[in-house]
């Protein structure tokens, strides 16, 4: 059964993986034929986190899909294989390590920046690694775009492992059913953050996103209320959202890179507060066991101590009787 369940797991993580690959290629043919960040990764890293190094095939089948989404047939086999290899390599290599050294539930501030301080690295080997392929395949970028692409490459690998991956690895169990007080409050922040997409669809700025701050309000407001799993889902609207906007008001690519930045500032902020208030809540409540305990343990040392005074005192009347 449990192997079953894997395969279905791998079943589905691969269909999401293709299937998010899918959407960013058409998103990113209109207007600069650039995704500002890339949720197909995320997936494939929370693949890797949950099933272990079993799931590489998932990884290599999803980039190969992949391919034959973005280029077509005939297939460009050499370059294909060579990126597939890359990414399967360079994220399994990371999943393994952080299978072992920290909780995958991301139940630490530590646990998180562990995963963040991985993530960056490998996200950037992963970009270099890409930009070498197409160098080598005949076809070098001018110098002048290397960077800038880099960077791109970069900000969005990391933007979809730091928002659809925690979504996987904090959610793998089912919610609890809110109360009607807290599902009114959860009502009224998707509101609030419908509004400002909306503010951010309706007044796109010259050079980017005008109102793009203001997401730092629900953001914050749902990670503190809800902790890190308030933050990780709403973390998956916003940047949804945001990639809608980016799509659709961002004209020029000298601007993508900073918009990028910013979308990655507003997921690792809410997630840092999210895991923050979550370790809290869970100190606190470890707190109040120990004090429940201790408060058990005095009242049993009480009880203790009158028993041994009462056999004191009936001890005394006693002897003088026997004697």
């Not at 730091?162 to 979504?167: A, G, L, N, R, Y």
């Amino acid at each position: 059964m449990a192997e079953r369940g894997k395969f279905l797991l791998g079943l589905g993580l691969l269909g999401a993986y293709i299937l998010l690959e899918w959407l960013e290629y058409g998103f990113g043919q209109a207007p600069l034929g650039i995704t500002p960040w890339d949720p197909s990764i995320g997936v494939m890293v929370a693949a890797l986190l949950l099933g272990g190094l079993e799931f590489l095939p998932v990884v290599l089948i999803g980039e190969m899909g992949a391919a034959i989404i973005t280029s077509g047939f005939p297939l460009p086999l050499g370059p294909a294989l060579a990126e597939s290899v890359l990414v399967m390599a360079n994220w399994g290599l990371a999943a393994a390590f952080l299978r072992r050294h920290i909780d995958t539930r991301l139940k630490s501030q530590y646990d998180l920046f562990i995963f963040i301080l991985v993530t960056a690295l490998v996200a950037l080997t992963c970009a270099m690694g890409q930009l070498a392929i197409v160098w080598a395949g005949g076809t070098p970028p001018p110098s002048a775009v290397v960077g800038p692409a880099l960077a791109r490459g970069w900000v969005g690998g990391m933007i979809g492992v730091m928002v659809v991956t925690p979504v996987l690895l904090v959610h793998r169990q089912p919610f609890h059913r809110p109360s009607p007080r807290a599902l009114g409050e959860i009502t009224l922040q998707i509101l609030v953050t419908a509004a400002v997409l909306r503010l951010i669809f309706a007044a796109p700025a010259t050079d980017g996103l005008q109102l793009f701050y203001l997401l730092f309000l629900p953001g914050t407001w749902v990670a503190a209320r809800f902790g890190l799993r308030g933050a990780v889902l709403i973390n998956l609207v916003m940047q949804i959202g945001v990639a809608v906007a980016f799509t659709l008001a961002v004209a020029d690519t000298d601007s993508v890179t900073g918009n990028q930045f910013r979308m990655l500032a507003l997921s690792l902020s809410t997630l840092f507060l999210g895991a923050a208030v979550s370790e809290r809540r869970r100190f606190e409540a470890d707190l109040r066991e120990r004090q429940d305990q201790l408060a058990r343990y005095s009242r049993l040392s009480t009880v203790g101590e009158m028993a041994a005074a009462l056999a004191h005192e009936l001890n005394q009347p006693l002897s003088a009787t026997l004697t």
